[in-house]
């Protein structure tokens, strides 16, 4: 991280009687000044330049890489310099290779091919996933389109991508392209650590951690911001400051990866199954990224035969797909679970009310049979007392209602032979028989009663 110029001075021999064309491939494509000085023949020495700040047309050859061609005459050994320069954010690290133009061409097939795999099944999990998606609405699946997208960008944009996309996308966006390898590397992590966040529930296991970890990504975003600012003069934002900030966000996104880490194997030894398959699913990118950042602090070089961010990324996303679908079969395995346990409730329900209606109609039975006894009873009761009635009002005809009455209720026992000692009074009624020939019979009747109701108590 400097501003200062570095010159390479590269010392080439060609052994064969003839000349040869070979190409010089930098290693790099996102330093704002580099150019190749190169002898000719008449011993002066020809300038090629290439910048990221410059279309993708005006590169010396069109490759994602700096790569310029270089002549060597006859057996003859010639020096050539390299002269590099960081004016962005980006820092310095080239690995100038020279190759035949023709094994070149081979490497960058393969590098197509490569990065045609690595967006093919990128695509085809991302479509389905969003078709799941739109099946299911579940937020997660959308999450992990996301970031399959961040992911292919980060691939391809960051320092050890491919670049394919600047070539085929955007190669008048020169601007853009400074943009893209920063950005996509902290939207890849951004889009991924919400998609692991979401999937393993970590609002829920782990609340302060989650909020801890959105103010964190929020502030990388705002030093991201002012790190890109560098691209634009007028903003007025040095490179030392643009530096500062990018220096920030790498190790902020340390101290994030490795907050997450420390939580996802906490949740993972508490039985989290999610937090289990996330820890698999990161391995590769641990370990590679481990690797990458000790080669970053010491001139270690690795000629990689794949980009290490693709490998990486690749594995994370077939791992997390087959994490959501193992969380669709969970999901089915509980449902099940809990329709079975309910299937079972129900039966024990329906034994239980079935012993109940039994219980109930047997206590109804019982009352059934209870009253039809009492309504016997009461008919009996009834019964009897209707041929009391009867029987009272016969005896009624025949004898004093007082006598019929004891009849009635003594039964027979009142009607047999018996002795008893009574008093019997003779009462007559001097001129009752001329009375009752000029009374109404009205008249007769009330004076009876009164008679009677004097004369009882005297007697």
């Known amino acids: 991280y400097t501003r200062s110029a570095y010159w390479i001075r590269i010392v080439l021999h060609n052994p064969a009687s003839s000349d040869v064309q070979w190409w010089l491939d930098t290693g790099d494509r996102l330093l704002q000044e580099i150019a190749l000085f190169a002898p000719e023949t008449s011993g002066t020495y020809r300038r090629q330049s290439a910048s990221s700040a410059d279309a993708f047309e005006k590169r010396p050859l069109r490759t994602p890489t700096f790569v310029f061609p270089i002549v060597l005459p006859a057996r003859e050994t010639v020096e050539v310099y390299l002269r590099v320069r960081m004016t962005g954010i980006s820092q310095i690290g080239i690995h100038p290779r020279l190759w035949h133009p023709e094994a070149f061409q081979i490497k960058q097939q393969h590098n197509r091919l490569s990065w045609s795999y690595y967006l093919g099944m990128s695509t085809a999990l ?20 996301i970031s399959i997208l961040a992911h292919a960008g980060s691939v391809d944009c960051n320092t050890t991508g491919f670049g394919l996309l600047f070539a085929d996308l955007w190669p008048n966006s020169p601007t853009f392209n400074q943009i893209a390898p ?25 609340p ?8 964190c990504f929020l502030a990388c975003g705002l030093l991201l911001c002012v790190a890109l600012l560098r691209l634009f003069p007028q903003f007025g934002v040095t490179t030392s400051l643009a530096q500062a900030c990018q220096r920030a966000i790498l190790i902020s996104m340390a101290l994030i990866g490795l907050g997450a880490f420390w939580v996802l194997v906490e949740a993972a030894r508490a039985g989290n199954r999610a937090s289990c398959i ?9 370990a590679l990224g481990v690797i990458m950042s000790w080669t970053s602090v010491f001139p270690i070089y690795i000629d990689w035969p794949f980009p290490p961010a693709m490998v990486g990324s690749g594995f994370e996303i077939i791992m997390m797909s087959l994490a959501l679908v193992d969380r669709i079969i969970q ?15 129900l039966r024990q329900s329906e034994r239980e009310l079935e012993i109940k209606v039994e219980q109930r109609t047997s206590e109804v039975k019982a009352q059934a049979a209870q009253l039809d006894e009492w309504n016997h009873k009461l008919e009996h009761r009834v019964q009897e007392q209707v041929n009391q009635i009867d029987r009272l009002g016969r005896l009624r005809r025949f004898f004093s209602p007082q006598l019929a009455e004891a009849i009635v209720a003594e039964g027979e026992e009142a009607l047999k032979t018996h002795r008893r000692e009574v008093s019997v009074v003779f009462l007559d009624l001097r001129g009752f028989t001329a009375f009752t020939d000029r009374a109404e019979p009205e008249e007769v009747i009330e004076m009876l009663h009164a008679f009677h109701g004097m004369m009882g108590r005297i007697v």
């Open 208 to 215: 302060t951690a989650y909020r801890i970890g959105r103010w």
């Open 126 to 145: 991302g479509i389905l996933n969003l078709l799941l998606f739109f099946a299911i609405r579940e937020r997660v699946n959308l999450l992990y389109v």
């Open 182 to 206: 920063l950005g996509s590397v902290y939207f890849a992590f951004l889009a991924s650590s919400w998609f692991v966040a979401i999937y393993v529930n970590l609002p829920k296991i782990a």
């Open 278 to 286: 996330v820890l698999i699913a990161w391995s590769p990118t641990i």
């Open 331 to 345: 999901e089915r395995k509980e449902k099940a679970q809990a329709q079975s346990a309910l299937v079972e409730g």
